[in-house]
């Protein structure tokens, strides 16, 4: 869905190609264009093929996968467009590691909206896409990428450091998505209440704060506090429905290695003590569990 | 179930009514008796109302609802059978304190069934069920009833003290029911598993470690090692559907306030830290709330 309004948004301001999974998704593609619908409205013309030595070596390959799938994408990248710049654009941390020997740009994204179908995307909240130089790459280039993509009728904007926003929003995002995925509550006013012994809202707050603390033993300044985060999301009325409880319900492997699971593995590495993610890591671990065949 | 259990086997010594909440069960009772299948195989006859006042003053009153209808169970008593001992037979802690002024047995039970209909149930696991005096009530008591109960055909001990085994269910209670609930994962070998960082085992384990520092805090000494238990109830390889998996899967209000919930409230009140306890509790109360309506 990322990657979908991406190019249909890209396709008006640069060549685009989309590197595709299934052959019909590429032949609907390079026979119907993709549209977008919602905040905008229009049909891109966009050149889709399965195999990348089909396509035309792009400057920039956003991989917008998710995390699940990060690795089969970047072994389908292997030994070609080796002079691309790839951005990744995923929940968690770790995911440019993917792509190492490369120029490497990391993005987080608060855009999101629903695929329809193959080649129809609805483009639903306008939120904007951060991105930022990993490693040794240029902060030009992000700049430049963030100014394409403003072009393109997307919002974007370019960091130096990434880490403070990239840490804002995997705790949020490991906060919300186990605690959506363990209890079946979309994103609503639960996850902020506070009055009751029991209410979420303190357990999401302990979490937040467990969070906050691997973020200073990383000497990252967060950009946004994710206990606001939280609150005003709730607040919007939106009752957002985070995408690790889609997952659960369709008994699909969740992003949960990559998000809750890279937030506990990184605090070790720090030694700071983080019970309550590591808890909720191993639920969510067990509930992936209790759908496999014994 | 428990209380059709404990009807249709004590029917055969001693004279047995049973106070139902439907008059079409109670219809049924009093006119094709209670059959008990499974390990045993015969009909009791009972005499059965939904009105207390139409049926002959007990000498013991066994109360086996779940603890969601307990209040209500207490409430329909009242003003009834002023010289009946009550036997508590309940998960959790604290059942006892709705039945002041009478006396009062404390028990828990192992065994387990199926309850095929209003008129029929199966006995499947034999195992035993344990009681004590509380507060003032006579030991001798205690004696007694668990005589009756094993001259029926069931298992029962007698305790003078029965909060050391009362201790050891509501730690293995709280624990294996609470991840139950949220993983959907029946008690089967995930429960034990230890090897890997984000294996379940060790969240369970942990659970276990401090539901123990609460218990020794309450100066209780344990009858056995819920850890231990969980560990042999899981090599069993019956994979037991705990009953709060079940509330769950049914969208019922489950037993979290009396089983976690007491938990949570003895260690607050005795100054023990359990935040793994807090959060299921936590996320187990949200799971409750995203069925009901808004």
Known sequence: ???SLFAGHLGRVCEVSVLCRRDEHARALNEHGLRVSGRHDYVTRVRAATDPAELPEPELAIVATKTTELDAAAARLAG???AAAVMTVQNGLGAEEAFAGRPVLSAVTFMSGTRHSDTHVEYILDTETWLGPYGETPYDLAEEVAATIVASGLKARAFADLRPAQWSKLIFNATVNAVAALTGLPHDPHFAAREHPGDLGRLVFDLVEEGKRVAEAAGVELHEDPWEMNVLATHRGSRHY???LEDVDAHRPTEIEH???????????LGVP????????RLVRGKEASWQPD
Chains 1, 2 share one sequence.
Not at 262 to 269: D, F, G, K, P, S
């Open 1 to 3: 869905m990322i990657g």
């Open 80 to 82: 070609h467009w080796d």
């Open 242 to 244: 985070p995408s690790m």
């Open 259 to 269: 998000i809750t699971g890279a937030l506990v593995r990184e605090a070790t590495r």
């Open 274 to 281: 983080v019970p309550l993610h590591t808890a909720l890591y």
